[in-house]
C-alpha cells in the first residue's frame, strides 16, 4: 500500500493528525501528519518543500466541548537554526 492511501486511512481512523501553516522563511504552506499514539505535545520537525528549511511544529491538543469528544490539535510553526535552535515564527 502506498503512503498517500496509508496516510488517508489514518486520518479517517483518527489515528493521525494533519498539521498545517506557512513556512516562516518563504510563506508556502506546509503538512505534516502526526501519529496520535505518539506524545503529540512534544515538537515534530519537517521541511519546506520550496525552500528546504528544517521547521518544527509546536501543537497543543484540547478536547472538544462536543458530545463526541473529539480532540483538536492546535500550535504554531517555527524555523529551526543551524545550531538546532528554534528560532521564533
Known amino acids: 500500500m502506498n503512503v498517500p492511501v496509508k496516510v488517508l486511512q489514518g486520518l479517517w481512523r483518527n489515528d493521525l493528525?494533519?498539521?498545517k501553516g506557512?513556512?516562516?522563511?518563504c510563506g508556502e504552506?506546509?503538512?505534516?501528519?502526526?501519529r496520535m499514539d505518539r506524545n503529540i505535545d512534544s515538537p515534530h520537525r519537517a521541511n519546506c518543500h520550496v525552500c528546504e528549511?528544517?521547521?518544527?511544529?509546536?501543537?497543543k491538543?484540547?478536547?472538544?466541548?462536543?458530545?463526541?469528544?473529539?480532540?483538536?490539535?492546535y500550535g504554531r510553526i517555527y524555523l529551526?537554526?543551524?545550531?538546532?535552535?528554534?528560532?521564533?515564527?
Open 17 to 19: 493528525v494533519a498539521l
Open 22 to 25: 506557512a513556512c516562516p522563511n
Open 29 to 34: 504552506e506546509v503538512f505534516a501528519f502526526v
Open 53 to 59: 528549511c528544517s521547521l518544527e511544529f509546536r501543537t
Open 61 to 73: 491538543v484540547e478536547q472538544s466541548v462536543s458530545r463526541f469528544g473529539r480532540q483538536w490539535v
Open 80 to 89: 529551526v537554526s543551524l545550531r538546532g535552535r528554534s528560532l521564533r515564527q
